[in-house]
């Protein structure tokens, strides 16, 4: 760590640039070597203190943190409890549980009367050599309105609290474990009916969920018969948006195996879900958060621009809100939707199939930060009355296929938007036309809401979107099947290295 970290007084702007570890979407992710204790206590301290400003935290505070089962998060934990201790509040340790189950305890005042901080150490998908510490204040995530608060806190570091790696010399004692398992579960059996899953047999692919083993009492509290598969002890990066090509081989060998009539899994803290028909083959996310939309009766749904139009197509929900992409924007837009209508059912969901419930359902309490277990049964539990197979295929054929280009360079990304964004509408529909016409045909609207989403008079869509704090680009596409999809997604990638991009390189340097 740089010697900067060893002054009194540095900026959370300042900690961000020394350590490589960003505050971005809900709070903090970078490789866990470069999350040391002195970092993590830091970024804890600056989120508290931010919370003091606003009113929602005190001396004597209480602050609720669990953990996901990456090895880095044990320590990552006791630094954040020792920066609640030193903040002068009271950790309630919840252990290593699913994001939501945290959420959903802190938030609805159970832990003692009132709605208090929590604080969630996961990494989510990413690989098992990186980490991360998501933020919630006591009625929800941290948003975007919130990042300038909490960059800006300037936090007083002890040498004397550290060692020379920067590892806590007396790391806070946690209290004992506070089981928020049962309250989580119990929300969706009073919901859907302790026999909403009778009669049928649900492979759980456990892998290295930290809510593989609540899934399974969750089937079971539902009436289900749970068959576990897959657990593992070695981290697994599984990733709900784009599923990795042994977990598509996987699934499709346990059903071959098993009579089935579901598989459902999560991401590594179960906040994003994952479901499989009988036959094992997933669900794209964003359809399994369309249906469990439907479930709920949603009046409102919100979703992220890179979501399946399907949600439109099917009518399933009479009015649709896209976004730019990230939970936070989800929410904001979900508050904004509930304000102007409180009477809506409101719900959104993002293309990784993370649901957030906006609103009171019957006796189900509003949620607003994604979940996994309700998607997960409000899907599977209609398998009691057709197979889940056939469900999907009464939907409007459109299918989305996402991919990325690493190490591409952000410079490149700046010039290819500026070049595909140039004029008016008019300018920008020919100039598409000439760059991706013999890809995608006849060019029909844009969408500049996050990153450039072009329409084609087929139904096609290519977007691209620059990573906002990293070196990447993504394309999303959708078309009428999966194999047109992944087919004019790669066929968007190839040129726009080939051709488009070294064309707005050229007229950028020209200029």
Same mark, same amino acid.
């Given at each position: 760590m740089?010697?900067?970290?060893q002054?009194?007084?540095v900026?959370?702007?300042?900690?961000?640039?020394?350590?490589?570890v960003?505050?971005?979407?809900?709070g903090?992710?970078?490789?866990a070597?470069?999350?040391?204790?002195?970092?993590c206590?830091?970024?804890?301290?600056?989120?508290?203190q931010?919370l003091?400003?606003?009113?929602?935290?005190a001396?004597?505070?209480? &602050?609720?943190?669990a *953990?996901?089962l990456?090895?880095?998060?044990?320590h #990552?934990?006791?630094?954040c409890a @020792? /920066?609640v201790?030193d903040?002068?509040?009271?950790?309630?340790?919840?252990?290593?549980?699913?994001?939501?189950?945290?959420?959903?305890?802190?938030?609805?005042g159970?832990?003692g009367g009132t709605?208090?901080?929590s604080i969630?150490v996961t990494?989510?998908?990413?690989?098992a050599d990186?980490n991360?510490?998501k933020?919630?204040?006591?009625h929800g995530?941290?948003?975007?309105?919130d990042?300038a608060?909490?960059?800006?806190?300037?936090v007083?570091?002890?040498p004397?609290?550290?060692?020379?790696?920067?590892?806590?010399?007396?790391?806070?004692?946690?209290?004992?474990?506070?089981?928020?398992?049962?309250?989580y579960i119990e929300?969706? &059996?009073?919901?859907? *009916?302790?026999?909403?899953?009778?009669?049928l047999? #649900?492979?759980?692919?456990q892998? @290295? /969920?930290?809510?593989?083993d609540?899934?399974?009492?969750?089937?079971e509290a539902?009436?289900g018969?749970?068959?576990?598969f897959?657990?593992e002890?070695v981290?697994v990066?599984v990733?709900?948006?784009?599923i990795?090509?042994?977990?598509i081989?996987?699934a499709a060998?346990?059903?071959a195996?098993?009579?089935v009539d579901?598989i459902?899994?999560?991401?590594?803290?179960?906040?994003?879900?994952?479901?499989?028909d009988?036959?094992?083959?997933?669900l794209?996310?964003d359809?399994?958060?369309?249906?469990c939309a439907?479930?709920?009766?949603?009046?409102v749904?919100?979703?992220?621009v890179?979501?399946?139009t399907?949600?439109e197509l099917s009518?399933?929900?009479?009015?649709?809100?896209?976004t730019?992409?990230?939970?936070p924007y989800?929410?904001?837009?979900?508050?904004?939707a509930?304000?102007?209508d409180p009477?809506a059912?409101?719900?959104g969901?993002?293309?990784?199939?993370?649901?957030l419930l906006g609103s009171?359902?019957?006796?189900l309490?509003?949620?607003?930060?994604?979940?996994?277990l309700l998607?997960?049964?409000?899907?599977v539990?209609?398998a009691?009355?057709?197979?889940?197979?056939?469900?999907?295929a009464?939907?409007?054929p459109?299918f989305t296929f996402?991919?990325r280009v690493?190490?591409?360079?952000q410079a490149h990304?700046?010039?290819?938007i500026v070049l595909?964004?140039s004029g008016?509408?008019?300018e920008q529909?020919?100039r598409i036309?000439?760059l991706?016409?013999e890809i995608?045909g006849?060019?029909?609207g844009?969408d500049?809401?996050?990153?450039?989403r072009?329409?084609?008079?087929d139904?096609?869509?290519?977007?691209f979107?620059p990573s906002?704090n990293?070196?990447e680009?993504?394309c999303?596409s959708?078309?009428?099947s999966e194999a047109?999809?992944?087919?004019?997604n790669?066929r968007?990638?190839?040129?726009?290295l080939?051709d488009?991009v070294?064309?707005?390189?050229?007229?950028q340097?020209?200029?």
């Open positions: 740089h010697d900067d970290l002054k009194a007084g900026t959370v702007s300042e900690l961000m640039a020394s350590s490589g960003p505050f971005g979407t809900s903090v992710r970078g490789l070597s470069a999350m040391t204790d002195k970092l206590h830091a970024y804890a301290t600056a989120f508290l931010y003091r400003q606003i009113g929602e935290f001396d004597g505070g209480r &602050v609720a943190i *953990g996901d990456r090895e880095s998060t044990p #990552i934990i006791a630094a @020792t /920066a201790r903040c002068g509040g009271e950790v309630v340790f919840c252990g290593m549980v699913p994001t939501p189950a945290l959420a959903l305890f802190a938030m609805s159970k832990g709605a208090m901080p969630m990494g989510s998908h990413i690989p990186r991360g510490i933020f919630y204040r006591p995530e941290v948003l975007k309105s990042e608060g909490i960059v800006s806190q300037r007083a570091i002890d004397a609290q550290f060692g020379n790696d920067d590892s806590l010399l007396v790391p806070a004692a946690l209290p004992e474990v506070t089981d928020v398992v049962p309250a929300r969706y &059996v009073r919901h859907f *009916g302790a026999d909403a899953l009778a009669g047999t #649900i492979g759980v692919y892998h @290295t /969920a930290v809510g593989r609540v899934l399974v009492q969750a089937v539902l009436g018969t749970a068959v576990p897959g657990r002890t981290f990066p990733d709900t948006e784009a990795r090509a042994e977990d081989a996987l060998a346990w059903a195996e098993n009579a579901a459902i899994s999560t991401d590594g803290d179960s906040d994003r879900p994952l479901v499989a009988a036959r094992g083959v997933w794209r996310g359809v399994v958060g369309l249906l439907r479930s709920v009766g949603a009046d749904a919100v979703t992220p890179s979501s399946n399907v949600l009518g399933a929900v009479p009015k649709v809100v896209r730019r992409i990230g939970s989800v929410i904001a837009a979900m508050m904004e509930a304000k102007a009477a059912c409101v719900c969901y993002e293309a990784n199939g993370g649901f009171d359902v019957c006796d309490a509003a949620l607003p930060t994604r979940d996994a998607p997960i049964v409000a899907v539990q209609a009691r009355e057709r197979p889940i197979a056939d469900v999907v009464d939907l409007p459109r996402s991919d690493a190490d591409f360079p990304s700046a010039a290819l595909l964004s008016a509408e008019d529909l020919a036309a000439r991706f016409g995608a006849l060019p029909t844009i500049t809401t996050d990153g450039y072009m329409s084609f008079a139904g096609a869509v290519i977007h979107r906002g990293a070196p680009l993504r999303y959708e078309a009428e047109k999809a992944q087919d004019l790669a968007a990638v190839a040129h726009v080939a488009v070294p064309e707005a390189l050229g007229l340097n020209a200029g």
